[in-house]
């Protein structure tokens, strides 16, 4: 029998219920701790996919263990691919999507396949939904090597890919996930759902565990505060906002370089005229967002009243690459 979750109001009870979808590549390494999860959750999903986007390291055959002792499991194969880009996550998200979209579903999520959470994980998330009706999509910070987001520099406004819980409306509204081959899928989706009206929040009262170092699939060091610089410019970030955040990763180990080759990235290709990648409707309206927020930092810093750090908008969510500036 499913589970639903369920919040009391003044009208009665409203049931939510939800699907996930994690698209997978060669993740034996952490997929089991997510299978663990999932399994442990209090409040079931109505439908969990797995797709193994051409996975060859034992993905698929840890996958099958688990589906093997749950109904609501499916593992998708996909084939074996060459190339190596973000847009491929989007191609195994929608390969998911075709199997749960015909469902009666209230929330729909994409779940990374290397990070772990408490049994009342979705039970909690869904209970947001449940009190507001124009909150789109919503998740929780997650912790690395014990560390996590410093929320005075990164907007509760964002919410990381990591784990994106979506309204089905929501997710319809903004056409699901864009295939953008450099990255930054997750703050796309984030930045259209607010553009057409929807709130956007993450939660800091409940955590995941993220086990693989985030940037560390294909790249390392400082070739990951670089590609973080060009995703930056790719999607839309405002060049006095990335001055001011290169400006402030001066001041974090690697000391200094670590902050120019942040500068270095977003700024060289904008000086040699680069497509964004990002729709323009979305650079658009990063701009006024950035904008707006520089107002307020800068009105801070000349003495002209204090606002309450981690307040939704007021800073910058995470860089295009996830990490905090």
């Not at 049994?119 to 449940?130: I, N, P």
């Not at 955040?245 to 680069?274: E, N, V």
Request: charged share 25%; net charge positive; proline share 6%.
């Amino acid at each position: 029998m499913h589970v639903t979750a369920e919040k009391t109001e003044g009208n009665g009870k409203t049931p939510r219920s939800y699907v996930i979808i994690t698209p997978a590549r060669n993740e034996a390494a952490f997929i089991e701790e997510t299978l663990k999860s999932m399994v442990s959750q209090t409040v079931p999903p109505l439908k969990y996919v797995v797709v193994s986007d051409g996975s060859t390291d034992g993905t698929d055959e840890i996958v099958q263990k688990y589906a093997a002792q749950c109904s609501w499991l499916e593992l998708v194969r996909m084939p074996e691919r060459q190339e190596r880009h973000f847009a491929g996550k989007v191609h195994a998200f929608n390969e998911g999507y075709a199997r749960v979209k015909h469902l009666p579903y209230d929330l729909i999520g994409s779940l990374d396949a290397d990070i772990s959470f408490d049994a009342e994980y979705f039970s909690f998330l869904l209970g947001k939904f449940a009190a507001n009706p124009r909150l789109g999509l919503a998740g929780t910070p997650h912790t690395e090597n014990n560390r996590m987001y410093d929320y005075r520099f990164a907007s509760l406004e964002h919410v990381s890919g990591a784990c994106q819980l979506f309204r089905r409306e929501c997710f319809e509204a903004i056409g699901g996930y864009l295939p953008l081959k450099a990255g930054g899928v997750d703050l796309c989706a984030v930045l259209s759902a607010r553009l057409r009206g929807w709130q956007t929040r993450t939660f800091p009262e409940k955590l995941c565990m993220h086990h693989r170092k985030m940037g560390s699939a294909d790249k390392s060091g400082l070739a990951v505060i670089l590609h973080d610089g060009k995703k930056d410019y790719l999607l839309g970030a405002h060049p006095l906002w990335e001055f001011f955040r290169a400006a402030y990763r001066m001041r974090k180990p690697p000391y200094i370089i670590g902050g120019a080759c942040l500068f270095f990235g977003f700024f060289w290709p904008m000086l040699l005229r680069r497509e964004r990648t990002a729709p323009k409707e979305i650079v658009e309206f990063r701009h006024r967002e950035q904008r707006a927020r520089l107002g307020v930092v800068l009105r801070r810093l000349m003495g002209g009243g204090k606002q309450p750090a981690a307040t939704a908008g007021e800073a910058e969510p995470p860089g295009a690459g996830g990490q905090a500036p």
